[in-house]
């Protein structure tokens, strides 16, 4: 007769919660390197595709050549003439604006400041540094809730610091590109010669997807929070 051992489910449990610990672990700590390190490209001018989100006020028509805006007494490579349009003393006809497409309108930066690169940069590294940072707060919370005590002291406020941490990371990456296109306009660090004054204007891009992460969080903190009074509440009963 043969005997077999069966491995009781609570340690296959702790190996399962502990496998996922340590995943999150790492990704956490992957997403804050991975963060640094774009921040740090940005800074040394390692990575040369800095661009900010920008608004065209000028009377623009897409040509060959780029995006040229209108000026009196020049025609478009079709024969139209576009009004308003600009002096020839604001603008030589046929020059095209240093603005490119990518999905929206762009202002590619040359010879920016460290502080100006790392703005323009901001959407790379500051979500890379939140959700590494919120990974880090939420590993006791995956512990407590693979260990059967969700309501576990400390539980709500390391959730409401996961989600304060993603609101900072978005907020940062939202607000930074549309100061460095601010700063990269007033200070004509762009590609080409100067433009006249109001023709680009800064424009604010937020992406949404983070806020529903930071809703998530907090909608769980905040039951975690009423969990733990009820859990204290019980305790003190018995």
Known sequence: MSLTTTEPPTTR???????????????GA???????????????????????????????SWTEIGLVPSVEGFAFPDGSFASPAASPADWTGGQPLPVV?????A????????IVRLAACAPHWTLLL??????????????SYAATRPFAPGTARRLAVAAAVV???WSLATLLPWLAARAAIDGHMYEGRTLPSGWI?????????????????????????????L???TEGLV
């Open 167 to 169: 609101a900072t990371g």
């Open 231 to 233: 859990t204290n509440d």
């Open 30 to 60: 992957a997403g804050i390197l991975l963060g640094l390190v774009a921040a740090a490209q940005a800074i040394l001018g390692l990575d040369g595709g800095w661009l900010v989100p920008v608004t065209i006020r000028a009377v623009p």
């Open 13 to 27: 449990r702790h190996v399962g919660s502990g496998v996922l610990v340590g995943i999150l672990a790492v990704l």
């Open 201 to 229: 204007a800064p424009h604010l891009q937020p992406v949404w997807w983070p806020l529903v992460v930071v809703v998530l969080l907090a909608g769980v903190a905040s039951a975690s929070r009423r969990g733990e009074r």
């Open 130 to 143: 939140a959700g590494g940072l919120a990974a880090i707060a939420l590993v006791p919370v995956v512990r």
């Open 107 to 114: 202002l590619p930066l040359a010879a920016a400041a460290p």
């Open 101 to 105: 497409r990518t999905g929206a309108l």
